[in-house]
């Protein structure tokens, strides 16, 4: 049993050297090694060096753009790549369920603007004792490598092996500023807004499906006008009195509440999309999860 305990303390003394081998193999790189783990070249190298004399075999090949790895540093790395992600994912896990009276939301940032973050004052005055973090990343969150409670999300559910729920099916309506038709007659007539700036959405392409809907030559709202990406960008564009928007319900619902922008007709879109709340498997009953997923549904 001393064998044994005086082997594995042995191969503990040698962990920041593994850690150094592991990050310098990953970014083929010893300066890149040290930005990484905060130390100088220097540590990362005299670390290497380590743990090449403790193995008995080089790691590595210099060479003048960074390092190489050997064969031997080949089936070291093997290793040392997946039990660094495997512990990193561990000590997220432990420190996310820890604080579980703090939830971290995902959410894309037209989302967060537009919608969520008015709507927080409400939280937090219902729920003070809960901490909200909001990360806010139009790129969909990985739940194994990430520290993400809970994600918000606009599409299709795709998301194999999680938890969601729809919020909110979504559709587009036609929206623009007061000041852009301020000597018309609401409802206004397909032809008269046909004949306004039309604003474009790049992800929601939907004037051809609302030319459809109300009987126009779809030939009347192919404008080669500015395509928006964001669709909190596009909104402010139109409450700019830039054009017409055919945009998100739930993103200009709030703006039509204050007037800042106007229903031009009572038509409505469909997308096949909604707003979903997603989660991992079993953190919807999480105490803090389920407070803020019944508010999240009754708002």
């Given at each position: 049993?001393?064998?044994?305990?005086?082997?594995?303390?042995?191969?503990?003394?040698?962990?920041?050297?593994?850690?150094?081998?592991?990050e310098t193999a990953t970014h083929s790189s010893l300066t890149k090694a040290a930005d990484v783990l905060n130390v100088t070249h220097g540590a990362i190298s005299r670390q290497i060096k380590l743990l090449e004399l403790h193995l008995g075999v080089t790691l590595f090949h210099r060479c003048p753009n960074?390092?190489?790895?050997?064969?031997?540093?080949?089936?070291?790395?093997?290793s040392t790549r997946g039990a660094f992600?495997?512990?990193?994912?561990?000590?997220?896990e432990v420190k996310r369920l820890h604080h579980r009276q703090s939830i971290t939301v995902s959410l894309s940032t037209s989302l967060a603007l537009k919608w969520f973050v008015p709507l927080l004052n409400s939280f937090q005055q219902e729920?003070?004792?809960?901490?909200?973090?909001?990360?806010?990343?139009?790129?969909?969150?990985?739940?194994?490598?990430?520290e993400v409670d809970i994600a918000?999300?606009?599409g299709e559910p795709?998301?194999?092996?999680?938890?969601?729920?729809?919020?909110?099916?979504?559709?587009?309506?036609?929206?623009?500023?007061?000041?852009?038709?301020?000597?018309?007659?609401?409802?206004?007539?397909?032809?008269?807004?046909?004949?306004?700036?039309?604003?474009?959405?790049?992800f929601n392409v939907g004037w051809e499906s609302w030319a459809a809907q109300v009987g126009l030559n779809p030939d009347r709202v192919n404008s080669q006008s500015i395509k928006y990406v964001d669709s909190a960008v596009l909104l402010e564009a139109a409450i700019d009195g830039q054009g017409v928007a055919l945009a998100r319900h739930l993103l200009a619902e709030r703006d039509l509440k204050l007037g800042r922008l106007l229903c031009l007709d009572e038509s409505r879109v469909p997308l096949g999309r909604g707003l979903y709340f997603v989660c991992r498997p079993g953190d919807q009953e999480r105490v803090t999860v389920r407070i803020f997923k019944?508010?999240?549904?009754s708002i």
């Open positions: 049993m001393a064998v044994r305990f005086s082997h594995m303390a042995d191969n503990l003394r040698h962990l920041r050297a593994l850690q150094a081998f592991n960074g390092v190489v790895l050997t064969k031997a540093g080949e089936r070291l790395y093997h992600s495997t512990l990193q994912q561990g000590v997220s729920h003070p004792g809960i901490a909200l973090l909001l990360d806010t990343n139009d790129a969909f969150v990985n739940f194994d490598t990430s918000l999300r606009f795709s998301w194999g092996g999680l938890y969601y729920e729809q919020i909110r099916q979504e559709e587009l309506v036609v929206v623009a500023a007061p000041s852009l038709v301020e000597n018309s007659q609401l409802p206004m007539g397909a032809e008269d807004i046909a004949d306004l700036p039309l604003l474009n959405d790049a019944k508010w999240l549904m």
